[in-house]
């Protein structure tokens, strides 16, 4: 079993900045794609950013130069770090891991629980 771990949000006044954290913990071999996704209240999940299990990363065109998504495998964490946060960007913030494990080698798409991240004017 796997388990994903989100942490760092919180409130943060326009123009600040915060960095979630995403842990992936159990039996795992290898993480293909992490991502991280948001969900404003009556709207849509939306895909945030994308990160390659070499690294490679894409945006949303909303946070395209303010956010940036990293990963560190050794610690199976992916990061997103967010500046010039605005009012626009209040979500549930989810993290989403591709997990290689012993009974899943296609990389199953494992979810966080979710964490709010309220930016006020």
């Known amino acids: 079993q796997v388990h994903l771990v989100e942490s760092g949000g919180g409130l943060v006044q326009a123009g600040g900045s915060l960095r979630l954290s995403c842990v992936a913990r159990?039996?795992?071999?290898?993480?293909?794609?992490m991502r991280w996704y948001r969900q404003a209240p009556g709207k849509q999940r939306e895909l945030v950013a994308t990160?390659?299990?070499?690294?490679?990363?894409n945006y949303a065109d909303s946070v395209k130069g303010r956010f940036t998504i990293s990963r560190d495998n050794a610690k199976n964490t992916v990061y997103l770090q967010m500046n010039s946060l605005k009012p626009e960007d209040t979500a549930v913030y989810y993290c989403?891991?591709?997990?290689?494990?012993?009974?899943?080698?296609?990389?199953?798409?494992?979810w966080g629980q979710g964490t709010q991240v309220t930016v006020s004017s």
């Open positions: 159990g039996s795992i071999l290898s993480i293909n794609a």
């Open positions: 989403n891991a591709e997990v290689v494990s012993p009974t899943e080698a296609w990389g199953y798409p494992y």
């Open positions: 990160v390659t299990g070499d690294g490679s990363a």
